[in-house]
Structures are given as C-alpha cells and as structure tokens.
C-alpha cells in the first residue's frame, strides 16, 4: 500500500491550493483519512480528518478556510486551502487507516511542501 500526495507549491497570502492524496495496492476498506502538517521546528499536527461516514475534524487554526474531503472509489482524500497564510507553510502529510493485504494499517505519504509567501 502505497499514499502518494501531490498539489502543494508556492502561493502567496491569500490564495488557494489544493492538495489529493491516493491510497493504491491491495485495499479491502479505508477508515479514516486526513491530513498532517509539519512547519520547521515544529511537531507535526493534524490539520483536517475525514472518516469513512463523511464526518469531518479540523484544527481551530484551519477552520473556516481549509475543507477535507474523500473520493471512496478512488481511495482518495483532498485538501481544499483557501485565504492562506505565512503560517501555513508546512510539509503537508496524508494519512489512511485502512486495512490491506496486511492487514490494519497506518500508512503516510511522503508529503508535499506547501510554501505560503510574498
């Protein structure tokens, strides 16, 4: 099992971005999906999750301008981020709780740098 996330970049403040994440390899069921951040010198947080009913969770700091959401046919989580902010700029890490040919799992992508600046 494989968590691939693409989208990230270079935007300044107040513009958008959009991060997807795909879960692929030998997937039977994905429970929870969300999305990390790690800025420099920082312990990684979580930013947004999604669970398998659609019911969202987002740190106070994102509220109101990130939105998570999940494609279950494709395995797939987003992250929709609007109206950034310097603080913002953080690698930006997905993460699936879904059981695989392994069984149960807790599986990361690599992350996608997210760099909000002037």
């Known amino acids: 099992v494989q968590l691939q996330a693409s989208g990230g970049g270079l935007v300044q403040p107040g513009g958008s971005l959009r991060l997807s994440c795909a879960a692929s390899?030998?997937?039977?069921?994905?429970?929870?999906m969300g999305w990390y951040r790690q800025a420099p010198g920082k312990q990684r947080e979580l930013v947004a999750g999604?669970?398998?009913?659609?019911?969202?969770n987002y740190a106070d700091s994102v509220k109101g301008r990130f939105t998570i959401s999940r494609d279950n046919a494709k395995n797939t989580v987003y992250l929709q981020m609007n109206s950034l902010k310097p603080e913002d700029t953080a690698v930006y890490y997905c993460?699936?709780?879904?059981?695989?040919?392994?069984?149960?799992?807790?599986?990361w992508g690599k992350g996608t740098l997210v760099t909000v600046s002037s």
């Open positions: 993460n699936a709780d879904l059981y695989g040919g392994a069984g149960w799992g807790d599986y």
């Open positions: 390899g030998s997937i039977f069921k994905v429970n929870s």
């Open positions: 999604i669970n398998s009913g659609g019911s969202r």
